[in-house]
């Protein structure tokens, strides 16, 4: 079993719409939980961590972390073009950061 | 600006020759890390560093080196390297506990 899994996609979502991306872990002692926006040939940005059970929100951005059922999602509210990009989702275990392989999101305008 | 820092961005080398690249950051971060990004691997990380000093192994550090003398600089060896090594690197530093990572621009290496 892979240590962090995400559909690889590309998931298609129109415009304004919501884009819900999901991943899971395997290891439960994994502590923080993060998702990346990777543009295509630059580096990953930080949208935002998560590390305790519920929703956090940041703008547009929501993230759900669910220890129980070892999964974390991130919510794109009001999709715009310029979301179109590959999401990583990342899970902290001990010192170490695994990434899982991430998931293309395609904006339909 | 806050920033991560990587040089060279792109290197051609041949199997064998040593090489480093450098990174630098300006955040007075703690955690700083290597990662490498290859196509359906993803990014994998090969070497990490809690502080001055301390540095562990990530999932994949065979072939590669690192040292820690400073907190600000992270540069990363490799002493012999093999075409499997070509790859885009980044260099990432953030803070310790939640251990959120801010990237550098990537290097890219072609061993030949």
């Known amino acids: 079993q892979k240590e962090v899994e995400q559909n690889s996609g590309p998931l298609s979502v129109p415009e304004g719409a919501i884009a819900s991306l999901n991943c899971t872990y395997s290891d439960r002692g994994s502590q923080s939980f993060f998702w990346y926006r990777q543009y295509s040939g630059k580096s990953p940005e930080l949208i935002m961590f998560i590390y305790s059970n519920g929703d956090k929100e940041d703008g547009r951005f929501t993230a759900q972390l669910n220890k129980a059922s070892q999964y974390v999602s991130l919510l794109i509210r009001d999709s715009q073009p310029s979301d179109s990009a590959t999401y990583l989702c990342a899970v902290n275990r001990d010192d170490k950061i695994i990434f899982g392989k991430g998931t293309r999101l395609h904006i339909l305008p | 600006e806050a920033q991560v820092t990587q040089n060279p961005r792109y290197l051609i080398t041949v199997t064998g020759k040593k090489l480093t690249v450098t990174c630098s950051q300006n955040?007075?971060?703690?955690?700083m890390s290597w990662y490498r990004q290859d196509p359906g691997l993803g990014l994998r990380q090969i070497y990490y560093?809690?502080?001055?000093?301390?540095?562990d192994k990530g999932d994949v550090p065979e072939g590669y080196k690192v040292s820690r003398k400073e907190k600000r600089n992270f540069p990363l060896i490799l002493e012999s390297p093999s075409p499997n090594q070509t790859s885009l690197y980044f260099c990432a530093s953030g803070g310790v506990v939640p251990y959120e990572q801010y990237f550098g621009p990537g290097t890219r290496l072609t061993v030949t």
């Open positions: 955040m007075n971060h703690e955690y």
């Open positions: 560093s809690m502080n001055v000093e301390v540095t």
